[in-house]
């Protein structure tokens, strides 16, 4: 414990965990999903799901990091031993998505210097297939070269991330945050206020708002709620359970995930006006309704927005560039959070310096990358994306909770730790939450889409594809996991059963 990286303070970590929690997700995904699952009636399962998964479960992963400091793998290994191999398989899995997340932060970064000239032309989506990324062209299963384009911000985005990573907790990922999430919100707050302004912003909003409340009894629509709270708060990463493991013995547990899980939703909410205000600008100059410019993902983004960002009558390259700027910061932090991962665990299992973790976790990560950096490389990002990040986070979120809920029984003393030390006191609403409602709820989610992906390949990618790059990725993460855990902890570390604050 002594000897353990701490946080220089409690605004430092909650700026590191907000940090983590807003990411791509939160501006490219959240707007299109409230608008396609009812408008402003999903807020309300959205807002139900907060309140019974996502954040019991921060305070579930707060908890457990602060109580048997360490990160994920040596968490559950002091949980029991049983149950390391969880810790390490949610550190693969991060492990893995931090292999392709930085190939689309430096995407990002190059759109914000396309920006100044408005490189990608009129027809932005034949810019980014063709043009850009190479793969309008390229056969799916195989790589091509790699893009120049893509392969030089990509290195730009690993150098600043393994800079920061490299520099420690306090000194690097709490100092960054300081830098990254308040100018996220103040560049996101200008493209907001200027999204507004734009002729047919109300379209927009109006879409995004008007609620639908036929959507309410829709299984899907209650899915998506539950399935955007767990992925857009980072829970089921290893990343909380790593940070709040370097929180001091006295802090506010509950507090802190209340925090972080409401201004990670206060940020939704707040993209979901930014972009659907520049939507409705974009459906109104185009004569057309808003579904026909509503997007999500890789296309909202690289897509959509250049040809919102053509439209606009002034300052066209000014907000081309804050809002991939946006992007940017919003990656960074993100993907500092999912890579501090694998070094915290590197740290603790194998007694390594922080500097040695960082270059062996960082520099094979960034080598992997190198893949995604190809031709071929979307569409390895989108398979491997969909299985590992949508299926094994869920995935190993639900193995999570049943673990620590039903299996090991550790539930009541983990109540009493937060109570300890926090002003909310937990009662029954928070072990129902996590002993009932989101094993069911998760459980009922995993299981429809594995369904799906089973009887409907996702994508519609050959099905030789899926299975080698999304079903065998997945697989090996687990196996690898299994793995670890079977290696002996170094001697100086008490790995099983002991409660270290």
């Not at 392709?100 to 989506?125: P, R």
């Not at 606009?312 to 907000?319: G, I, K, S, T």
């Not at 109570?419 to 609403?429: C, T, V």
């Amino acid at each position: 414990m002594d000897n353990r990286a701490q946080w220089g303070t409690r605004a430092g970590f909650i700026l590191a965990a907000v940090g983590s929690a807003i990411g791509l997700g939160n501006i490219w995904r959240f707007p299109y999903i409230a608008y396609a699952d009812g408008g402003g009636a999903f807020f309300l399962p959205y807002l139900i799901a907060l309140l019974t998964a996502g954040i019991p479960i921060l305070i579930l992963e707060f908890t457990m990091g602060h109580k048997y400091r360490g990160s994920s793998p040596l968490t559950f290994a002091r949980v029991s031993k049983k149950a390391e191999w969880l810790g390490w398989w949610q550190v693969l899995i991060s492990f893995v998505i931090s292999t392709y997340y930085a190939v689309i932060i430096g995407w990002a970064l190059a759109y914000a210097f396309f920006s100044f000239k408005l490189s990608w032309g009129d027809d932005t989506g034949g810019f980014l297939m063709g043009d850009y990324l190479g793969a309008a062209d390229t056969e799916i299963g195989t790589l091509g070269g790699i893009v120049p384009n893509v392969f030089i911000p990509l290195i730009i985005v690993w150098v600043i991330t393994l800079g920061v990573l490299f520099k420690g907790v306090k000194k690097g990922i709490e100092a960054a945050n300081r830098i990254f999430i308040p100018a996220l919100v103040v560049l996101f707050m200008i493209i907001v206020v200027r999204a507004l302004t734009l002729d047919g912003a109300e379209i927009g909003l109006n879409a995004l708002f008007k609620p639908d409340w036929s959507r309410i009894g829709d299984s899907k629509v209650w899915i998506d709620a539950y399935g955007q709270i767990f992925f857009s708060l980072s829970i089921a990463f290893a990343i909380m359970i790593t940070y709040s493991s370097y929180l001091p013995k006295k802090s506010d547990l509950t507090n802190n995930a209340f925090i972080t899980g409401f201004s990670n939703s206060s940020f939704e909410l707040l993209a979901g006006i930014g972009v659907f205000s520049a939507l409705g600008f974009m459906a109104k100059a185009s004569g057309v309704d808003i579904s026909e410019v509503a997007a999500d993902g890789v296309g909202l983004a690289f897509a959509v927005f250049p040809a919102i960002i053509n439209e606009m009558p002034a300052f066209n390259e000014v907000f081309g560039f804050l809002f991939f700027t946006s992007l940017v910061l919003a990656g960074l932090s993100s993907l500092v959070s999912i890579s501090e991962t694998y070094i915290a665990a590197f740290q603790d299992k194998f007694n390594i310096s922080r500097t040695k973790a960082v270059a062996i976790g960082g520099g094979l990560s960034a080598l992997i990358s190198i893949l995604y950096a190809t031709k071929g490389g979307l569409y390895l990002l989108d398979v491997v994306d969909h299985f590992v990040l949508s299926m094994g986070v869920g995935l190993s979120g639900l193995v999570e909770v049943i673990l620590i809920a039903w299996v090991f029984r550790k539930v009541k003393s983990l109540q009493g730790h937060a109570n300890e030390l926090s002003d909310i006191r937990l009662g029954s609403w928070w072990v129902i939450c996590l002993t009932v409602i989101t094993p069911l709820l998760l459980g009922f989610m995993m299981i429809k889409n594995v369904y799906t992906d089973i009887i409907q390949p996702y994508g519609g990618y050959p099905v030789s594809f899926l299975v080698t790059y999304g079903w065998v990725a997945l697989g090996l993460t687990l196996v690898a996991g299994f793995l670890f855990a079977a290696r002996r902890w170094n001697n100086d570390v008490d790995a099983h059963n002991k409660e270290v604050s």
